[in-house]
């Protein structure tokens, strides 16, 4: 184990020479040079992604922006990728229900389009939102499928990261063999591609693994050494909760100075970005720490543990609300959608029958004025039926949109009013018929007559 623990410090040392680039500002500049709205959904959600463990509000606002205008352009695998930083935010928000209702929303879509990284990245949210459910068999088998569609498109990333959540789950049904194992394949891939946000995550779990199988020295290192990944990445949840783990440890092996600190500390960044579970916890552990010593201390936090746990039980309201909210925007920009995709397929309608009525329209005035083509009365009326039927078809589509609102969508009305403007076109069309048949008719017998006039000068030419 000491051996283990001097490599990770080396590695630690190793990491610590480089530093990262800020994901965040890199991302916020590409944003303000995209050109394409399909590249500004795409960096919309990687800045919700870069927000959702720091600033929950701030990342909802990021994907819900994304997915506004991915349903704006039709453009569906950014409505995955948006529904799916959705999901973040609601898991972080401990709201399991929306998470996992966005996030099969988001499936639905990445199966449709055969989008397997965005199908794996659902997978694997999947898994945690039935983690937090406590339904940790089912867990296990979104998560395991999640890791075999990453390792199938060779993504270290998500192998790592599907690889860890499943290291969680093991941890929570405190099969700790399989748990250990999880987080240290999490860490070593991590590590090998310099992804510091589950570097930092893995050495935390792996700290948590430790100290409940009773190596406290151990956990001790992996929760000091995962802090700095947590702050590089501004990951201050994760960060929030080592310094709580840590103020158990200490209280567990009689540090009760360092313990005071870490809980102190876990309190600070977790009041501060409003990680309201963790405040309950940390104040609720503050308020035990001071209750023989400082009843005033312990009162002190006994009402931020109170409020804390109050407002959480009013977070889980105003969750419900928003929810509600965000779920009737989502409807009215499909509704939007759908609107626009409709109101584009009736002018290409309209289009189309005006092509229709002006080739039929154009046959016939060349047929009216053609001198030498003899036509039936058969083929006039064919062809001014084919006319009646996209006249009339033209004019449906035409006052379709202010038939529906008269009507309020009454089939009985929409058919009555259909029924009458027929009633109007079969009198026209029949006499419309009649006159071009006339017309027609006169014609052919011209073309007969001077038919009939040139073989008769013929025949004469050949007698004489």
Known sequence: MKKIIQILLITFSSCCCYSQTDNRDSIKHLLLNDKEDTNRVQHLA?????????NPDTSMALAFEALTLANQIGYEKGKAISLN??????NVQSNSVKALEALLQALKI????????????NLNNIGIAYTDQEEYRVALDYLFKAKLLAEQNNNNRSISTACQNIGRVYDSLKVY???????????????KINYHRIIGSSLLLLGHIHFRTGQNNSALEFYRLSIPYSKEVKNDLKLSQAFFEMATLFQKINHTDSSLLYAKQSLLYARG????????????????????????????YQDISRAANDSLFNKQKQWQFQSLSFDEKIRQQELAAEELKNREERTHDLQDAIIVIGLISFVVFFLLISRSIIVNEKFIKFFGIIGLLAVFEFINLFIHPFLSRV?????????????????????????????ITKVMVEKNKKIRLNAAKKMIEQLNDDIN
């Open 407 to 435: 009507t309020h969508d009454s089939h009985f009305f929409m058919l009555v009013v259909l029924i009458a403007i027929g009633a109007l076109l079969v009198p026209l069309h029949h006499k419309l018929e009649k006159w």
């Open 85 to 90: 930083r959705v999901s973040n935010v609601y």
């Open 177 to 191: 063999d399989s748990a250990r194992l999880f987080a240290q394949q999490s860490y070593d891939i991590a590590y």
């Open 46 to 54: 990687d800045l919700s992604f870069e927000y959702f463990e720091s």
């Open 110 to 121: 990445n199966e449709k389009i055969n989008n397997l990284d965005g199908k794996q990245k």
């Open 273 to 300: 970005k409003g990680f309201t579970q963790v405040v309950r916890d940390a104040a609720r552990f503050l308020s035990y720490y001071y209750r023989k010593i400082n009843a005033d201390s312990a009162f002190f």
